[in-house]
Structures are given as structure tokens and as C-alpha cells.
């Protein structure tokens, strides 16, 4: 790698390097920030008892060794997981981290962090609240403030009462007419747009640098498909394999 590869801010980790280490764990911020990106992406949701730890879905069952609803789980319960073995057998014994484990990591390897407010269903404001408090509480005052998305525009608007200053993004699968985003913009204040990779052409980027906002791209494995974006004046892409779109931009 070279040093012209180092710190490119149009790159973002996907759920950390989640093409080469299990998602959303430690080892796969770590090897994220050993591949040289700036930020790293994961995901939030709470246990049954209102610890942030970071996961996708509302089921453990995909990515650890257990089966039901994430929010079924206490923090003993998760801490029993395996969260690395389904990936690959050298990532037995991976836990499911904790927020504030992970903002002790992120601190370490200085990586940014757009933090994903991912509620289980019926747990939105709540989510938003303790991850926002978290955040509030152990996020030093001389590091980047972290970058809240999420789906559920009640979340941001939970996390605009509670932390103004904290940058917000709207995440979207595609983008709403162009009414419904001038008001989430005026509503949530945004410094951004996530939007799903496929339906981004030049006119959803003029559509969201009209409004003043970056855009941002997910999920973007391929590297043509990330120049490509780039060209568009996409600002920046989030991919499971960033090492190789770091390679493709240099
Ligand atoms: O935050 C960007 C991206 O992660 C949104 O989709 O489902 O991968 O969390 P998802
Ligand atoms: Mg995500």
C-alpha cells in the first residue's frame, strides 16, 4: 500500500472490512483500519436491556451462533455469542462488541465513525436515545464527533433534540421526491445523503449537492463501479472490501 492509498476519506468501511472479517466486530474495524481507511460504518441496535452493541439484523442468527431476536438478549446473553465462526473458522471466539468497546477501538486506531442507528422493530426513539447518551458520555471531545444515519427518520430527529451538534445522515434506498427532501432537510438539519449504490446517476447527485449535502454510496464492491461514482461526483463510497477501492482511486 502506498501512502497515497492512506486516509482516502471517499472510502468507508462497510460494517468495518466486512468483505475479509466478520461484520460489525472488532477485528473487522481493525483490519479496516489496517487497510488504510479514514472511517468505518456499523451498526447499532440495543440488547433487551439497553446496552448498544453493534449488529444488522434483528436476528442473531445469520452472523453468531445463536437464533432469535437480538432484542431477546441480555448482554450476558450476547457476550456468549460467537460472532466470528460463521465467517470463518479463524474468527471463533469473536464477541459482539459493545458500543463503547468499540469506541475505545476507534479511538485507538483514530478512525472515524458514521455510527448506524439501527433500531429492532418497536425500539426506534429508545435506540436512538441510549446510543445518542452513549456517545454523549465516552466520545472524546478532541476526536471527529461521530456521523449518526439511519433509516428511521424518528431516530435522527430523536438524536436532533438530544445531540444537535452531532452530524446526521438520511439514509435511503432511493431517494425521496424531491418535496419529501426538502423536508427532511429543513426538519433534520443533514450534512448528508446514504443512498443505495444502484440508483445513483447525475441527477440524484445534483439533486442532493443541490441541497447542499454530500452523498455518499453503499454498498460498493466493485472498483469500476466506484470510479465510476466518483466521477459522478459520488463523495465518498462504503465497501465491505475497501482495500480494493482505495487500490482503484489512488
Ligand atoms: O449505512 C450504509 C449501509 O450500511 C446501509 O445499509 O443494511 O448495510 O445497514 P445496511
Ligand atoms: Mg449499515
Not at 205 to 221: F, I, P, S, Y
Amino acid at each position: 500500500m502506498t501512502m497515497s492509498t492512506l486516509s482516502d476519506p471517499r472510502v468507508i468501511g462497510h460494517r468495518g472490512a466486512s468483505g475479509a472479517a466478520p461484520e460489525n466486530t472488532l477485528p473487522a474495524i481493525a483490519l479496516a483500519a489496517d487497510m488504510g481507511v479514514a472511517m468505518v460504518e456499523f451498526d447499532v441496535k440495543l440488547t433487551r436491556c439497553g446496552v448498544p452493541v453493534l449488529m444488522h439484523d434483528d436476528l442473531v442468527d445469520r452472523t453468531t451462533d445463536g437464533h432469535g431476536p437480538a432484542a431477546g438478549f441480555d448482554l450476558a446473553a450476547f457476550q456468549a455469542l460467537d460472532a466470528g465462526r460463521w465467517f470463518d473458522d479463524r474468527f471463533s471466539g469473536t464477541r459482539v462488541p459493545t458500543l463503547g468497546e468499540t469506541i475505545e477501538l476507534l479511538v485507538a486506531r483514530d478512525l472515524d465513525a458514521n455510527v448506524e442507528i439501527k433500531p429492532c422493530p418497536g425500539r426506534t426513539a429508545e435506540t436512538a436515545r441510549l446510543v445518542v447518551e452513549m456517545l454523549l458520555r465516552l466520545w472524546p471531545a478532541d476526536k471527529r464527533p461521530p456521523l449518526l444515519s439511519s433509516f428511521e427518520m424518528e431516530a435522527l430527529a430523536t438524536a436532533r433534540d438530544l445531540a444537535p451538534d452531532l452530524p446526521r445522515a438520511l439514509l435511503f434506498e432511493t431517494l425521496p421526491p424531491p418535496a419529501e427532501m426538502d423536508r427532511l432537510t429543513a426538519d433534520l438539519a443533514p450534512v448528508a445523503v446514504h443512498l443505495w449504490e444502484r440508483p445513483i446517476d447525475a441527477d440524484v447527485v445534483a439533486a442532493v449537492h443541490g441541497r447542499g449535502l454530500a452523498l455518499r454510496a453503499w454498498t460498493v464492491n466493485d472498483p469500476i463501479r466506484a470510479v465510476h461514482l466518483v466521477r459522478l461526483g459520488v463523495d465518498a463510497v462504503f465497501s465491505d472490501f475497501p482495500d480494493r477501492i482505495l487500490g482503484a482511486l489512488a
